[in-house]
């Protein structure tokens, strides 16, 4: 039974960890789309689909915790940002259906609203090759100028994100890079280990927040890819490591501070 495992089993309901590791420097505070972070370290969507670990997440360090994909309709889960206020919460959403059709565009606009109510941030999922949706799917533009149209008219302002694989087999992340782009989204989520394809995103999002996923197991992994993107997510990692290496790499982060 991995660490992961181990953690879904005992955390049944949602409670507050027994002590938190807080790694706020100010060497180490990011600001992207709009919001602050303490640090730039995060834990990617996949490892807390429903939010049920967050606080023993939160215990971590990391500067934020992105849980999902979560699928409309989903009840939302606790006032999260009240308790850890510190600590930003990324929803990443999706739908149960195939496709992008009629009923899956109202799925994610209903999951945007919903989310919209917790999250500090929200993303659109479109690395869904069992529910056939990618980068390339007939109807993504109309989902994500559905959602930006649900974002402006919303009352407070929640920053939208893409999420795309650049090792997808169904198609190259392009058009939706390009759309997120000129839609006026907030960023992109990246999972790639590629740095010279990681860099080419950022020259092609010109600005807009990028967060960067895969291929991070130590410190220069998160450093490489700092130079690049404004934010890093680990999944197998924690999966393998377990909770000891956000501190470990953050401790390892601020020595390396000029």
């Known amino acids: 039974m991995n660490t992961l495992d181990r953690q ?21 505070h990011v600001e992207a789309m709009g919001l602050n972070f303490m640090n730039p370290i995060g834990l990617a969507a996949g490892l807390d689909k429903t939010g049920a670990l967050f606080s023993e997440f939160a215990a971590t360090g990391a500067g934020h915790v992105e849980i999902g994909t979560v699928e409309s309709p989903f009840r939302q889960p606790p006032a999260y940002r009240q308790r850890f206020p510190h600590i930003r919460l990324g929803m ?5 259906r195939k496709g992008i059709t009629t009923d899956v565009l ?16 929200v993303v659109v ?43 997808a087999v169904a198609a190259p992340p392009f058009r939706a890079l390009y759309l997120a782009r000129d839609l006026g989204l907030d960023g992109v ?10 860099e080419a995103v950022a020259r092609l999002l010109d600005g ?3 967060v960067s996923v895969g291929g991070v197991s130590n410190a220069e992994d998160v450093r490489c890819r700092l130079t690049l993107a404004n934010l890093v997510q680990i999944h197998s ?6 909770p000891t290496l956000i501190p470990h790499l953050l401790a390892e982060l601020e020595l390396s501070q000029p």
Do not use: M, W
């Open 208 to 210: 807009l927040t990028l």
């Open 92 to 96: 990443n959403i999706g739908s149960r």
């Open 106 to 121: 109202k799925d994610y606009a209903t999951a945007f609203t919903t989310a919209a109510g917790s999250a500090d941030y």
């Open 237 to 242: 990692a924690y999966i393998q490591y377990g």
């Open 189 to 198: 989520v990246l999972v790639c280990a590629r740095l010279q394809f990681i």
């Open 125 to 167: 999922n479109l690395t869904s090759t069992d529910r056939e949706r990618h980068a390339d799917s007939p109807g993504l533009e109309a989902l994500l100028e559905r959602l930006k149209r649900e974002q402006e008219q919303a009352a407070r302002r929640t920053p939208l994100l893409v999420k795309v694989s650049a090792d």
């Open 8 to 28: 879904n089993r005992k955390s049944t309901t949602d409670r507050e960890p027994r002590g938190r590791i807080e790694h706020s420097a100010a060497g180490l």
